[in-house]
């Protein structure tokens, strides 16, 4: 199994904490899961629900129980793997039965956390010690903590750029479509890949925002924005850098034919180069380099192509929130089993990803971005509400992967139109909606 659903989820977080709600047997606000005192005293069986179907078939996750026992030795943890996580949880949560600790469903509005959620505590106490806790935080009360956070960037293969002469990171747009040039001159390999059959990979760009500009409130802004694609804007640097990539044919031949789980081997072997992804990848793409015989060290992991006061900025977006439901009836081992994966597993640096906990170090993924001084940046998400709502009476769906695929297609010449007129009509709607839903 892939890591689509990190990577959705991470994007998602963008734009679902309003969406519609689960409905049904939603018990009364206010319960609370608070930390144990005495681990050794904590006992009960708790079931945690996961999508990391993979991790359960290949007995990681039995693994990290049994050193969760050695703390929590009276609790017993079973562990549910989901395939269809968002579509069966969803359905399950109208109900009492959805496990003891869960990944919060997208379609969970995040106003109604208090009602399917334990407490975890203060988010004035907990927001000093774990990262991504405003995406939980209702009413100062935080509901769920992130398994790990994820940077946005581009995965690239070293040694194909190497082979085309550029060594050192790109520190615009012009600079990285520059090197496109000289892979696809040089080299036998696609330049990028735009993963576009499998649309997910698409939305890769909307995590970014607020690595051009280096504001961690870049995403809140759009709340106030009249033309969030105006010339200079994250969002128009982002989208024009795909379309000119795609434009000046530097990406695959027909998009339409990519597909994810195949692409990671191509960059494994060097048929592609260059690929934009969350850092949550990297792992796998070292993994499908192991498997083709190749050097792992040869995956590399580039911050966006545009630098702020000559440095280079990359936004960190949360993984899944992991949770206590509210009728749950060991409340302190699901809450025990929370505070040891985020903080003792080593799962965030197993994964190569982001640690919620603030304390933990950097995974050695992404020991570059620290050795280049890139500045990692908590993406704010104090007026998501704002953003999504107007984001969905614009329908264009920023976490969704339609309109860059009518970007991609604009670009190869199967639609007609121009990337300016295409701004301009996604300001429009953009504006409009803004005035639509102001005050709601």
Known sequence: ????????????????LTATACTGAAAPKGEAAAAATDPGGVSGTITVLTHRTDLVQNGTMKKYA????????????????????EGEVKIRMNTENYGDVLMIPNAVAKKDYPSFFASLGSAAALSGKYRFTGNTDVAGKVYGLAT????????????????????????SPQEFLDGLKAVKARTGAVPYYTNFKDQW?????????????CDAQANDKLAT???????????????TLLYDTVHEKLSEKDPTTTNWETSKGLIARGEIATMQLGSWAISQMQAAAKTAGKNP???GFMPFPAQKDGKFCAILSPDYQQAVSIHSEHKDAA???IDWFTEKSGFAQNEGSVPTARSG????????FEDNGVTLLERSEAKSAQVNAIDNAAEIGLAKPDYRQKLVDMARGVQSGSLEDYFADLDKRWSEAAKETAGS
């Open 225 to 239: 924005s009249a033309a969030p694609w105006a010339e200079g804007s994250d969002l128009n640097v982002i989208d």
């Open 335 to 337: 809450r025990g089993w």
């Open 1 to 16: 199994m892939g890591r689509k659903t990190f990577a959705v989820a991470a994007l998602i977080a963008v734009t679902a």
């Open 361 to 368: 170090a950097l995974p050695a993924t992404l020991k570059p």
């Open 297 to 299: 060290d040869d995956i």
């Open 201 to 213: 990979p698409l939305t890769a760009g909307t995590a970014g925002i607020g690595s051009v500009s």
């Open 148 to 171: 790990v956070g994820n940077a946005n960037g581009f995965v690239y293969n070293k040694a194909v750029w190497k082979k085309a002469g550029v060594t050192a990171w790109p520190t």
């Open 66 to 85: 049994a050193e969760f026992n050695r703390i929590y030795p009276k609790v017993t943890v079973k562990f549910e793997a989901i395939t269809d996580y």
